[in-house]
């Protein structure tokens, strides 16, 4: 196809927003007024809808309104499935900036040249791909309203239906996910059953992707489907954009995603119907900045306020109180950092009970509540624990640190060190005390840990993503288990 080196033009204007610069203004003013108020802080990522303002502009102002508008970042990164054209990989537009009715969105066409001249199998520069598209478009009245800083946008439009190049995009964006930059991606989700299927799936599609798992939502696409839903053609019409997102992010337990706002086109009560309605969610990602692993410290009153955390809630397992929420206000950082944990019970000495997590997108001190609950009802190798034993228990916790993700074997320090090794689908994970029980060198540690914890071959751990984490150990008594 023959190239037209020149600004892309706006291809829907006065369709799906105002075509005149102070209307479209006021408009956009207007959905942040009404949009979900500012939840969350440091924001990677955001997943918004890009239909006509009129049945989503609300939902997608939630989502930009959660980034801080005085960042001043450096790439503003726009995924997007296309709607017109299949291609492998993705088309990145090189050919100028884009023209919007209140001026011109800059882009960085030096960087994005630059994508296709590294990865020419993955990336092309072909303009038609973008010519009529409108699922970036759409985003950038937003962007432009919200960020108060000059910036400049890579815009990606995904031609693949492949899971696989899905993967191999994202290894090459991932490296740029930092504060610095913003991803966004645009997507709606169900589109054409009637509103109360629409909310059922949507719910079960934006759940699967809080999960930061891509495997996850591969599943609840695949299971949607397999439901034969009248009329209902797509769960998710960026599913492969929303996917490259996840690869990106999948496995990095400083990653939280957060569903901001829904709504689908049933709502919109003039031209809206609720027979065959699309669906929109806007979703925030966000980085939690808890301190590393070589940081991390618990102080004895961080110990003693989860060891109480954790007997609260099993005791009220057998009272008339109700089971709530720990209060995080006031909680150190420590007790605010994302990152595994296990509650162990002993009775007299012997095992009653452990549940625990490596990863956790919640604070520690809600990992431990819940995890205490677990230890007391819900380990299948024993009974649950009943209110009569409650004296004769002893709760014992290990918290695992902030995984840290190391770039060289030469950073893990034996019996310091607990690893966590990660390829594709695969995983394993060792606890510090085991070089020191086992007596193991680095390579034997590594090794085990990548044949018969991953599953992946002795020598699996030098193509795979290895994290590192230290554990603290207390309990209520000290008695020796």
Known sequence: MEKNHTDRKPAVAGQFYPSKADLLEKEVMNYYKEAVVKKHDNVRAVICPHAGYIFSGKTAASGFNQIDENTKYKLVFILASSHHYYFNGASVYCDGNFLMPYGVETVDTKFCKSLIENQPD?????????????????????????????????????????????????????????KENLFVISTDFSHY???????????????????????????????NKKKHIFNLQT?????????????????????????????NSGDEKVYGNRHEV????????????????????????????????????????????????????GCSDALNAHCGAFV??????????????????????KTVHEMAISAAKRDYRFSPVTAEELNEIDIEISVLSPLKKIKDISEIELGKHGIYIV??????????????????DLENYLGHCARDKAGIGWDGWKEAIIYTFTATVFGEKKTTH
């Open 122 to 178: 993955l990336f092309t520069d072909d303009p038609i791909v973008h010519t009529n598209e409108h699922s970036i478009e759409v985003q950038l009245p937003f962007l432009h309203y919200k960020l108060k800083n000059d910036y400049a946008i890579v815009p990606i439009i995904l031609g693949t239906s492949d899971s696989e190049t899905c993967s191999r995009l994202a290894e090459i964006l991932k490296p740029f996910m930092t």
């Open 344 to 365: 162990t019970l002993y009775k007299r000495k012997k095992l009653r009970g452990c549940i625990g997590m490596i990863l956790s997108n919640e604070p520690l001190l």
């Open 423 to 440: 390829k594709g689908y695969s995983s394993g994970v060792f606890l510090p005390q085991v070089a020191e029980e086992t007596g193991w």
């Open 193 to 223: 059953p009637d509103y109360d299927n629409a909310t059922l799936i949507d719910a079960s599609t934006e759940k699967a992707i809080l999960e930061n798992n891509p495997q996850k939502l591969l599943d609840i696409l695949s299971e």
């Open 278 to 329: 699309v669906g929109y969610w806007s979703i925030a990602v966000t980085e939690n900045n808890s301190l590393s692993n070589d940081e991390f410290y618990l102080t004895e009153e961080d110990k003693t306020s989860l060891l109480r955390e954790a007997r609260s809630s099993i005791e009220k397992l057998f009272t008339n109180k109700k089971v709530t929420q720990p209060d995080l206000s």
């Open 235 to 263: 769960s998710l019409c960026g599913w492969t954009s929303v996917l490259t997102l996840l690869y990106m992010t999948g496995n990095d337990s400083s990653i939280t995603y957060h569903g901001v706002d829904y709504r």
